[in-house]
């Protein structure tokens, strides 16, 4: 069974920096593709940020240049640097696990989600 546990989140004004975490257990870190979600309130689940297991990185252009996801594969821990913060930036946010290599966008293709970690950016 694989267990996901977001940390990191919090409050913090706009123009901000804010880094939120995903431990990864009980499963083969090397080989899993993580991702990033959020949602906002009376919002769908969207895209931030995804790692494939391969190397590859995508971003939604809606934080591209602001955010980076990374990975440190010696914590078998997942990270998502937030810079510039906005107040639409708000939402909590999800980390995700799957072992495809397939449409890392889209929220059907993993297998894991952790519980969320609210991210809450005043103005």
């Known amino acids: 069974q694989v267990l996901l546990v977001e940390s990191g989140g919090g409050l913090v004004q706009a123009g901000g920096s804010l880094r939120v975490s995903c431990q990864v257990s009980?499963?083969?870190?090397?080989?899993?593709?993580m991702g990033w979600f959020r949602q906002a309130p009376g919002k769908e689940r969207e895209f931030v940020a995804a790692?494939?297991?391969?190397?590859?990185?995508d971003y939604a252009d809606s934080v591209q240049g602001r955010f980076t996801i990374s990975r440190d594969y010696a914590k078998n821990t997942v990270y998502l640097q937030m810079n510039s913060l906005k107040p639409e930036d708000t939402a909590v946010y999800y980390c995700?696990?799957?072992?495809?290599?397939?449409?890392?966008?889209?929220?059907?293709?993993?297998?894991?989600w952790g519980q969320g970690t609210q991210v809450t950016v005043s103005s």
């Open positions: 790692w494939s297991w391969t190397g590859r990185r």
């Open positions: 995700t696990a799957t072992g495809s290599l397939g449409a890392l966008t889209t929220a059907n293709t993993y297998t894991y």
């Open positions: 009980g499963g083969t870190f090397t080989r899993m593709s």
